[in-house]
């Protein structure tokens, strides 16, 4: 969605008041519900299987994925440095591995 839609994810959070009001509003509340789902399900996925925390609730590792992907594509522009891609696994190895220096990149110790 974000790369053919870039400021949807800016529209939704921004004037969800307002698209409430739209005859349209099922169906993106049913896209909504569709990406939750999504996510949920990727999220108990990985709980179970052992590569994810069972000591955070998958809610709460939802609500912290959902929005660190939607306050970055709102505030972050690809560049030719790091495009979209780059940004996603950026994201993800932050998630995933967390923000200190994995041990090939420290250095002095």
Same mark, same amino acid.
């Given at each position: 969605? $974000?790369?053919?839609?870039?400021?949807?994810?800016?529209?939704?959070?921004?004037?969800?008041?307002?698209?409430?009001?739209?005859?349209?509003?099922?169906?993106?509340?049913?896209? &909504?519900? &569709?990406?939750?789902?999504?996510?949920?399900?990727?999220?108990?996925?990985?709980?179970?299987?052992?590569?994810?925390?069972?000591?955070?609730?998958?809610?709460?590792?939802?609500?912290?994925?959902?929005?660190?992907?939607?306050? &970055?594509?709102? $505030?972050? $522009?690809?560049?030719?440095?790091?495009?979209?891609?780059?940004?996603?696994?950026?994201?993800?190895?932050?998630?995933?591995?967390?923000?200190?220096?994995?041990?090939?990149?420290?250095?002095?110790?």
């Amino acid at each position: 969605m $974000s790369r053919t839609n870039p400021h949807a994810s800016e529209i939704y959070q921004r004037e969800t008041a307002y698209l409430r009001q739209l005859p349209s509003r099922d169906r993106i509340r049913e896209a &909504t519900r &569709t990406i939750r789902e999504t996510w949920m399900t990727a999220i108990e996925r990985g709980v179970a299987a052992g590569d994810l925390r069972r000591d955070v609730p998958v809610e709460l590792l939802y609500l912290l994925v959902r929005d660190a992907v939607w306050l &970055t594509s709102r $505030s972050f $522009s690809p560049s030719s440095a790091l495009d979209q891609d780059g940004i996603a696994r950026s994201i993800l190895s932050v998630f995933l591995d967390g923000a200190t220096a994995q041990p090939q990149e420290r250095t002095g110790r």
